[in-house]
């Protein structure tokens, strides 16, 4: 039984360092590839950066960069196919007319989320800009220190700050004569 197990362990080994030593070792252009030196990776990156100008500070935000991103792939697939049609080689022009269209919409969509990223934190600034500065209201305490002052308690119409209320079942068991 225990030179089966030994015999069983060898194999084992023995497949699992076949199976190291079968893979094929990547070529210099596959390692640019991988690696965003290859000349489409140099050119996204170009689309990005002209993107990013273009739309300013909103470009930081998540969803823009990933229609950023999209955007400039597509720009480049688009650029590489009608390369490969000016030097003359065979393509389907349906293809290419396809895939132009998909880059200008990606690049219409990636504006217009850029757009509406702008406009959302321009409502949040006014909102917290409108609550900052904000008049007091009458009926609150108006003091700078105090928590009603920062959006805390407000005075009950008829009875006073809440949490100098007494429960309402207190109330209910008093007596009329004390």
Do not use: C, W
């Not at 990776?41 to 689309?47: D, F, K």
């Amino acid at each position: 039984m225990l030179q089966a197990r030994t015999s069983d362990r060898a194999m084992i080994d023995a497949r699992s360092h076949k199976r190291r030593g079968t893979a094929k070792p990547r070529s210099r252009v596959e390692k640019h590839r991988f690696d965003g030196r290859s000349r489409e990776a140099v050119r996204i990156r170009q689309l990005e950066t002209q993107y990013r100008a273009e739309i300013g500070e909103v470009a930081a935000n998540p969803a823009v960069m990933q229609a950023i991103r999209r955007a400039a792939e597509l720009t480049m697939f688009s650029e590489k196919q009608r390369a490969t049609m000016i030097r003359g080689e065979p393509i389907n022009l349906s293809d290419l007319l396809r895939l132009e269209g998909v880059a200008k919409r990606a690049i219409g969509s990636m504006r217009e989320l850029a757009a509406q990223v702008r406009a959302e934190q321009l409502r949040q600034t006014i909102h917290l800009a409108r609550f900052r500065f904000a008049a007091p209201v009458e009926g609150r305490n108006t003091r700078p220190d105090a928590p009603e002052a920062a959006g805390g308690r407000q005075i009950a119409p008829n009875r006073g700050v809440a949490s100098e209320r007494t429960p309402l079942s207190v109330e209910r068991n008093r007596s009329p004569r004390g």
